[in-house]
């Protein structure tokens, strides 16, 4: 049976004191019962983070973690046998999170024997019937991860997630690092795996033709806040926020040439964000380009944006496309990216 995670105004922070880095600020996102939610973003926007803040690898400075309405906030809660059972991740690179001095066969077993309390000849059975869902021949039973490929050590990685029989499986940057042919084979694997198990997911990702394809709805992040969070297909067709209008932008089209990226400038530094709306110091539609919109470094648009439909947090969502200026023209409406979920 598929989990509900649910997180409100959830804030973590690395170090203390006036050095303190607040990586993710007030976030809240549910994921639904068998339905996958995707976190889009540039590098350093707190995806990451959020993925680890719930499987209790980073602490949670404030706000509530719910697994099926439970209450798991407190760390202790999250690093329970029970909750770890129920809630898995699978990371970016399979070869530094799976042990080079363990066959996968090794790895699997113990954790069927220790974890769901198998018998051994039940557990080389499971392990056999794990690697066949993923993909993998009989064979990897007794190879080490430093002889398969990278995608053959993803789908291992992937294969010792399901082991424990997850509830909901988080995917952070689980394709960024194959080849596109693979990660084709991978996103594919990923959603007959959630059919065929009914499973929630959290699909992180940079890469917005994958979120795309594997999400139900997409929460954008920028500098440790979500700008825009609404169902996939309506994000993609009407996106409001400048920052994500800007990031589609950015996609090279086939049969023309690539269209001009409407940002400049890198971003702030994390540790002393810009007051407003973060995104000010570097909006196509904001004070940088438009003087009067004060407003912009004055209010924080996050507050606004709650309980809209499609809540973009931006005090202009509606002048990103027709501004005037050449760097709001340049920010067109997002060609397809690829098929939808289901379809």
Same mark, same amino acid.
């Given at each position: 049976?598929?989990? %509900?995670?649910?997180?409100?105004?959830?804030?973590?922070?690395?170090?203390?004191? =006036?050095?303190? $880095?607040?990586?993710?600020?007030?976030?809240?996102?549910?994921?639904?019962?068998?339905?996958?939610?995707?976190?889009?973003?540039?590098?350093?926007?707190?995806?990451?983070?959020? =993925?680890?803040?719930?499987?209790?690898?980073?602490?949670?400075?404030?706000?509530?973690? +719910?697994? /099926?309405?439970?209450?798991? +906030?407190? !760390?202790? %809660?999250?690093? #329970?046998?029970?909750?770890?059972?129920? !809630?898995?991740? !699978?990371?970016?690179?399979?070869?530094?999170?799976?042990?080079?001095?363990?066959?996968?066969?090794?790895?699997?077993?113990?954790?069927? =024997?220790?974890?769901?309390?198998?018998?051994?000849?039940?557990?080389?059975?499971?392990?056999?019937?794990?690697?066949? $869902?993923?993909?993998?021949?009989?064979?990897?039973?007794?190879?080490?991860?430093?002889?398969?490929?990278?995608?053959?050590?993803?789908?291992?990685?992937?294969?010792?997630?399901? =082991?424990?029989?997850?509830?909901?499986?988080?995917?952070?940057?689980?394709? &960024?690092?194959?080849?596109?042919?693979?990660?084709?084979?991978?996103?594919?694997?990923?959603?007959?795996?959630?059919?065929?198990?009914?499973?929630?997911? *959290?699909?992180? &990702?940079? /890469?917005?033709?994958?979120?795309?394809?594997?999400?139900?709805?997409?929460?954008?992040?920028?500098?440790?806040?979500?700008?825009?969070?609404?169902? #996939?297909?309506?994000?993609?067709?009407?996106?409001?926020?400048?920052?994500?209008?800007?990031?589609?932008?950015? $996609?090279?089209?086939?049969?023309?040439?690539?269209?001009?990226?409407?940002?400049?400038?890198?971003?702030?530094?994390?540790?002393?964000?810009?007051?407003?709306?973060?995104?000010?110091?570097?909006?196509? !539609?904001?004070?940088?380009?438009?003087?009067?919109?004060?407003?912009?470094?004055?209010?924080?648009?996050?507050? &606004?944006?709650?309980? %809209?439909?499609?809540?973009?947090?931006?005090?202009?969502?509606?002048?990103?496309?027709?501004?005037?200026?050449?760097? *709001?023209?340049?920010?067109?409406?997002?060609?397809?990216?690829?098929?939808?979920?289901? +379809?």
């Amino acid at each position: 049976m598929a989990a %509900k995670l649910q997180l409100t105004d959830v804030t973590v922070r690395y170090g203390s004191g =006036a050095g303190a $880095l607040t990586a993710v600020d007030g976030v809240s996102l549910t994921v639904p019962s068998g339905g996958t939610v995707g976190l889009v973003g540039e590098s350093g926007c707190g995806k990451s983070t959020i =993925a680890r803040a719930v499987v209790a690898l980073v602490p949670v400075a404030s706000g509530t973690i +719910t697994l /099926d309405g439970v209450d798991h +906030t407190d !760390v202790r %809660k999250r690093r #329970t046998r029970e909750f770890r059972r129920r !809630v898995q991740m !699978v990371f970016q690179d399979p070869y530094a999170s799976l042990n080079p001095r363990i066959t996968i066969g090794g790895m699997l077993v113990e954790i069927l =024997a220790h974890i769901r309390k198998l018998r051994r000849a039940e557990c080389r059975k499971e392990a056999l019937r794990l690697l066949d $869902l993923v993909g993998l021949p009989a064979s990897a039973l007794d190879r080490y991860p430093h002889q398969f490929s990278g995608g053959q050590r993803q789908r291992a990685a992937i294969a010792r997630a399901l =082991a424990v029989e997850p509830e909901l499986v988080i995917y952070d940057e689980v394709t &960024s690092a194959l080849d596109v042919s693979v990660q084709g084979a991978i996103l594919n694997l990923l959603r007959q795996l959630q059919s065929e198990l009914r499973l929630s997911y *959290v699909f992180i &990702s940079h /890469d917005l033709a994958t979120v795309r394809y594997m999400s139900d709805t997409v929460s954008v992040m920028y500098l440790g806040r979500v700008v825009e969070n609404v169902a #996939t297909d309506e994000l993609f067709d009407h996106p409001e926020h400048p920052y994500t209008r800007a990031l589609m932008a950015s $996609l090279p089209r086939l049969g023309g040439r690539r269209r001009p990226v409407p940002l400049k400038g890198d971003l702030p530094d994390p540790r002393k964000p810009p007051s407003g709306c973060r995104f000010h110091t570097r909006c196509p !539609v904001g004070p940088k380009f438009n003087p009067e919109r004060t407003v912009c470094i004055e209010r924080d648009p996050q507050k &606004s944006a709650a309980g %809209k439909s499609h809540n973009a947090a931006c005090h202009f969502a509606d002048a990103a496309e027709d501004a005037p200026g050449e760097h *709001v023209a340049s920010m067109p409406a997002p060609a397809p990216l690829g098929r939808r979920k289901g +379809t």
